[in-house]
């Protein structure tokens, strides 16, 4: 039995047995419930928290967590955990409306269910999951201290790949990476054989291993890192995480992930293929939320090597599984697979396949990019391009549109599948529109959101709840910038202070909200009153 389970009530330490029922409420004895609460933790049956809970609650918060632990509402049908941050969609919002909690009821029942998770590493508590903690777990010892690994994000490059370190602040989320280097030879690649990534040479085989336990130990101690919340990513952008070479490492991380508890969404991006005992194992973690992006934009084989066949068998099986997956309608590439014969053999092998959600992309492309397909005598794409960005136009993208509506005609609207421009997007959806777009692309509707992004999923992002100010304090600390003035609006968080991009990111990610620098804020307006 738990340490708390196995006390009375007038055993429990002083504050709380003074405190009663208000223990679980905001107030200064509530970091001494956290405490307590989270040694009650079996990350194997988290419901022994519940209970512990329950001992301080009354009325109908003690209701409310009665039901949650009879009910087993902490979990899928399936077994797997339900992750944190969909918890006040899934669990609190419907408890709360049935059983007519207020507000600070409500509050209180979401610091309990957070004390049924794990926060390992140097971010987060039940009472403060974005905070930097005053104390570390046992025997946890960070590998760098907070100031080396934030200065090797500061020298990243400018795509956020930080080699120093190989856990990097990406716009996607943030990429935990054992080695760059990929076999596959695609040609677009911008990490390819001999060229220089920021002082690590790419190479056509993933070279500077790290071991699992390594990759994990370096993301515990980012202070960007937080427990539930932060997406990951297994090499983002370096390498391919299924590549036999790399399957130990990204299986083990996984399991290490599992086996902390975390629920962060995790994705892999791939254009390999996995056996069905490989799909087997990553249906068999029970709090990782892992997704699978399976790329596949009928691109020249001479440009993109992957077997096409094995790839999109690999896609057909994995749409049958349990795992979230989505259809990597990318990169697009304008006058190379932009034809209507391209776009209408990708739209018929999705619908043939099923696909449930459909994530677009152009393609990224440099000086660099055009001296190598010249050499392999390749064909360019066509368009005006800038550093940094993908390329997708509109008339293009307006002709993908026309050809889905014709390839999906005879498919009823409910059963055609959800397209989006971009990957936080499909992940949201792919989920079931439990969070908003979680990098806050919803503050440009007209360009982000146009295609066919599901009607609640534009809900849940049209009704994002507003950041809590000392939420925003905590998270400015972590990027060592204490006291810096910020406003809360209902469109977005105006920081006032320079911020990179992907300091712009980390915000955004861990508020599920848009950020912007006061600049920024004025465009914005200026953009959507013109």
Sequence with gaps: ??????????????????????????GPVRPLA?????????????????????????????????????GRLLHEPSG????????PARVIAPTAATLHLDTGQQDALAFALRATFAWPGIVGTPDAPF????????????????EEIAATQALAGPDGLNTAYMISQMKG????????????????????????????????????????????????????????????????????????????????????????????????????????????????????????????????????????????????RILTSELNVLAYY???AEGINTTDAHLRHVWETYRDLRARTVVLGGLKFGDDHVHSFMSYGLPLPSGSFTAGKKLLSPATEARIMTIFDEVYAEVPPELRPAVLKRSSCGRSVERGSHIPDYNGHYDLPATNCKLRCPAAQHQVCATTVLPDPETVRQLLVRLDRAGTRFDITATTVVVHAPLSQFERTFLRQNLLHPVHTPDQAAALLAGRLT
């Design 1 to 26: 039995m738990t340490t708390l389970a196995r006390h009375h009530t007038a055993d429990l330490p002083d504050e709380l047995a003074t405190a009663g029922p208000l223990a679980l409420h905001r």
């Design 34 to 70: 956290a405490r307590a609460l989270q040694d009650a933790l079996d990350l194997a049956d988290p419901y022994t928290v519940v209970a512990c809970a329950r001992r301080l609650a009354d009325g109908p918060l003690e209701k409310a967590l009665a039901d949650i632990e009879s």
């Design 80 to 87: 797997r955990r339900i992750p944190l941050q969909e918890l």
């Design 131 to 146: 905070a930097l903690k005053g104390e570390l777990p046992d025997g946890f010892t960070p590998v760098s201290t907070l």
């Design 173 to 316: 989320g943030m990429s935990v990476d054992f080695g760059v280097g990929c076999p596959l030879q695609c040609a677009y690649c911008y990490r390819r054989e001999g060229d220089t990534a920021d002082g690590y040479y790419g190479s056509w085989e993933p070279t500077g291993f790290l071991e699992p336990d390594q990759a994990i130990e370096r993301l515990l101690a980012h202070p960007w890192f937080t427990p539930h919340v932060t997406p990951l990513g297994l090499h983002m952008s370096t390498s391919e995480a299924f590549l036999p070479k790399l399957w130990s490492r990204t299986w083990g991380t996984l399991q290490l992930l599992d086996q902390l508890g975390l629920t962060n969404r995790v994705s892999c991006i791939t254009k390999y293929a996995l056996t069905d005992e490989q799909i087997d194992q990553l249906e068999s973690l029970t709090h990782v939320d892992l997704d699978i992006q399976v790329c596949y934009a009928a691109m020249p084989e001479a440009i993109e090597p992957p077997n096409r066949e094995r790839r999109l068998n690999f896609l057909r």
């Design 330 to 332: 990318r990169p697009i």
